[in-house]
Structures are given as C-alpha cells and as structure tokens.
C-alpha cells in the first residue's frame, strides 16, 4: 500500500505531522484517550504553531499559561509573563485524543520491522507493510523505531527521575509554578476545570523517602513545596517518567527522520519538550515537501541547532538549582530585572535565540549586576 509520509507515534508531534503533511499516513499503537506522564505544559510557540494547523486551545478550553514563577523554600520568587501569546496546560487524554481524531490517526497499529531503500520506505505493520517515501518516528522517548535502525542510546549523564500526578485542586495563577527546593524541584500548572499537574524531579533516591511509600515521599515533597495541596486527593495514580537526558546516535538518514522525544530528550525542568518537537514538526513538513534526498542532512543540522540552544537551557537551569546560593542570586536578580527572565524564556520556548540576550540580561540571570 502506498501510504505517502508514514508518520510512527500519533501523540502531539505525530497528529502535527499529519495536519501538516496532505500525503501523511499516521499510525499508533495504543488507543485514546490514554495518558502518559508529561508536564502538560505547552509553551506559546508550540500553541502558535497548532493555531497555524487550525487548532485552537482556548477554544477548546484549555487553561491558559501566562507565565513561570519560579520559588525557593524561603519563599522568595522571581516571576515573568511570556513575551508572545500564551501557553496552555494541556492534559494528555485530552489533548492527544484532540489531535489523533483531527489527524486521523490510524490506532492499534504496531510496527515490526522498516526497511530503508534508495527510493522509499517499506513498513511491515501488524496490519500489512506500507510503502511510503519517507518515514518519521514520533514514537516516544523508547522509540522502537529508533532502536530498529540502531539509533537509540540509554540515558547519559547522572540520571535524573519524575514522578507525575494529578490533584483535585484549583490553581489560583495562571502560571507555571517551579519550586527549587535544593535536591529537588517540583512542577505545577493547571490542566483543567479543578486539576493541576504537580510533577516532582530529582536522582532516583531523592524521590523515595526511607520508611515511605512512592505515594507518601511525593506527598511530604508536594507538602514542602505547595503546603495548601497537602490533602488535595490524587485523581488517578502517580506515574513515573525517566531518566531523562536520552540522545540518540542520529535522528535522521536516508529516508528515516526522528522528531520528538524520540529525537532527544532533555530534563523536563524547563518544560519545552512538546513545544520542541512541534518546531521539529513544521521543520521536517517543510523539509519533506521539497528535496528528499537533502533532507536528512540539513534536518540533520537543523536539529544540532535547536539541540543546542536547549542543553544550553536545560544545563543552566539545573545548575541554578542545584546550587541554593545561585539560585537565591540568579531570583533577586531576575525580581529587579524581570525582563531578563523574559527574555530567557523566550529563548527557552525557542522563539529567541542566545545571542539576542543582552549583557544586562545575563548579568542579571547570574546576579552579578542589578537591573
């Protein structure tokens, strides 16, 4: 069967492919709506580039993110509202059976085995084998495809863990709410009508108390950070995410392509995730639709860019929070200059790049200079 662009994974970026690629077949083995632990935080440049796809959030009721405030136990914060648009608190049950139905997602599809040619593509699927002119795995941070093609590597670097749950709660700000809390971090946004996503972060034995159970060592970690969600049921159960830093040896030859976590996956501290493989998204659809035999190598390149630009990020986020006195400085810092805090979120949610942060800026982040 000639299927066009055969898209592997059918959650965000998958379904985005799809809306984006006319010729784009999209198939996913699980069924929705089915749930994933994530930080269900999507940043304003991935919500602009699904407004462009014709899917509208706040139309659908997804609560709006205008901002990050970040605290420390002592109960200073440093806040800044995102320069451009706003981003939402997307929960994945919703959010991915949203995008699967207006793709038309083909579920309950697994595939067994690619192959690579010259000119095409050949999918055994446990429904046929496919014939398409090029293949992108959006298949997860496990990416099966990704192993197939001898591609995919375990984790490097000190691993680090999530624990994910939901809690009957409303979130008073509009924001997304990160606790620096020395060893670890926690993250909050609201996701819907009476629910926030509370996720904490940390090295494995950080996340488990001795003499506690999963459930309880996160709750005495939600206690220190949000001691007002003490007691505010869990709808559902807590999911366990990681270790993060995962990269693959390539993410694209021949006719293969990789895009999102199964591209790379940073620490979620910074929450871009979801809004990184979008870009990756309208990257590859462009790149697609002309010249397939240059694709992979400037996808290739194109990603080595935005790779980048986010370890960049994600190492200095982690490196202020790992160190209390940095983070104290790089807060106060950001309170008297808040447009420095801007301006590194911008860079984060990729609609700016490291160079256009002044000096000020970065004086401020780092505490040196006042604002």
Not at 28 to 44: N, Q, S, V
Not at 70 to 94: E, I, N, Q
Not at 276 to 293: E, I, K, P, V, W
Not at 315 to 328: E, F, I, K
Request: a positive charge.
């Amino acid at each position: 069967m000639d299927a066009g662009i055969i898209v592997v994974g059918g959650g965000p970026v998958g379904s985005a492919l799809g809306l984006m690629l006319p010729d784009a077949t999209v198939l996913e083995a699980a069924t929705f709506p089915r749930d994933k632990p994530c930080g269900e935080g999507l940043m304003p440049a991935g919500a602009a580039l699904l407004a462009a796809v014709g899917v509208d959030l706040a139309a659908e009721g997804f609560p709006l993110l205008n901002g990050v405030r970040y605290t420390l136990p002592d109960g200073a914060t440093a806040r800044a509202s995102f320069a451009h648009g706003s981003g939402f608190g997307v929960r994945r049950t919703r959010l991915d059976a949203l995008l699967a139905e207006r793709a038309q997602v083909s579920c309950g599809v697994r595939v067994n085995a690619v192959r690579s040619l010259s000119d095409r593509v050949e999918v055994d699927t446990s429904q046929g084998t496919l014939v398409g002119s090029a293949l992108v795995a959006a298949d997860g941070i496990r990416s099966s495809i990704a192993r197939m093609m001898g591609w995919w590597r375990p984790s490097q670097g000190r691993a680090r863990y999530g624990l994910v749950g939901h809690l009957a709660a409303e979130q008073q700000s509009q924001d997304v709410e990160v606790g620096l809390l020395g060893s670890v971090e926690t993250y909050m946004a609201p996701v819907g009508p009476g629910e926030v996503l509370l996720a904490v972060l940390s090295a494995r034995g950080e996340l488990r108390s001795p003499g506690l159970t999963g459930e309880e060592s996160y709750r005495a970690i939600v206690e220190r950070a949000h001691p007002g969600l003490a007691a505010a049921p869990l709808l559902g159960p807590l999911r366990g995410a990681g270790p993060f830093n995962l990269r693959p040896s390539r993410v694209a030859q021949g006719r293969v392509f990789l895009a999102g976590d199964a591209a790379g996956f940073l620490d979620p501290l910074t929450g871009d995730a979801m809004s990184a493989g979008l870009a990756q998204a309208r990257a590859l659809a462009t790149l697609l639709s002309g010249d397939l035999g240059s694709a992979a190598p400037r996808y290739r390149r194109w990603v080595e860019g935005q790779w980048r630009r986010r370890s960049f990020v994600a190492s200095l986020a982690r490196s202020l929070s790992d160190s209390g006195r940095l983070s104290r400085r790089a807060l106060a810092g950001a309170r008297r200059r808040p447009e420095a805090l801007q301006a590194l979120l911008s860079v984060n949610d990729g609609s700016r790049t490291l160079r256009s942060v002044s000096l000020r800026d970065w004086a401020a982040l780092l505490g040196v200079a006042r604002g």
